[in-house]
Nanobody, 130 residues
Framework: GQVMESGGGLVQAGGFLRLPCVAS????????ITWFRQAPGKEPEGVAC????????VYADSVKGRFTISRDNAKNTAYLQMNDLKPEDTAVYYC????????????????????????WGQGTQVTVSS
């Protein structure tokens, strides 16, 4: 199984992008899907998580009110809708999925904690110009 992101690109500050994450194979029924990002010279940051059992979501403080994570089970796809983008949102964005485990621990990545995910995508570059 695997997950694959797309949808990155160059956008002006204040603009928007939607990143899809498509799951295939054994990854099509994930328990938790999370978007991470990594800016040059920085540690990876958990951005948003969604629980596939009940659609519960959590967000990093830096993106609350601007980003929305959602999923479409029929398409085996999760989305990260990013609005009001800022230059500091510039990063490589990664989709990750875990098949089982603890929701609270998996979601704690948005607070900077570590959690081992089962599948990772290759990443998609998002660049926000000022």
């Amino acid at each position: 199984g695997q997950v694959m992101e797309s949808g990155g690109g160059l956008v002006q500050a204040g603009g928007f992008l939607r990143l899809p994450c498509v799951a295939s194979g054994s990854a099509v029924t994930p328990f938790v899907i999370t978007w991470f990002r990594q800016a040059p010279g920085k540690e990876p940051e958990g951005v948003a998580c969604i629980n596939s059992d009940d659609d519960a979501t959590v967000y990093a403080d830096s993106v609350k009110g601007r980003f929305t994570i959602s999923r479409d089970n029929a398409k085996n796809t999760a989305y990260l809708q990013m609005n009001d983008l800022k230059p500091e949102d510039t990063a490589v964005y990664y989709c990750a999925a875990t098949l089982r485990g603890s929701w609270s621990l998996a979601a704690s990545v948005v607070q900077g904690h570590k959690y081992e995910y089962d599948y990772w995508g290759q990443g998609t570059q998002v660049t926000v110009s000022s």
